[in-house]
């Protein structure tokens, strides 16, 4: 797959904003989408995998109810089906999904 096929599908999925995502009542808040910077690493002391196209999203959420309740809520939402169709055809595998936690150390005071 080259880079350009990817960032189309990128940008299909990206596309669906934070104001366009459903919120499935959890109050889910996009926080980044991020995606491959295809040029190539001039500092190679930070190492750099080449070659890998990537799509990230963050999304915050009160708890894993709140998470799950939202899940179905994007797997029931048209736009999102279409996107991930896009996805899916040209990655090559499926996605990963993280569940990240702030420890005690990070966790924010608001």
Known sequence: MTFDKWMLAAAAAAAIGPGALPDGGVGAAMLATLVTEPTENTFPRLPVREGEHVLVRFTTFRDRGSHARWLAALAAWPAWRRA????????????????????????SPL
């Open 84 to 107: 991930e169709g896009v996805l899916l055809r040209v990655a090559p595998r499926g996605p990963d999904l993280l569940r990240l936690a702030p420890t005690a150390r990070s966790r």
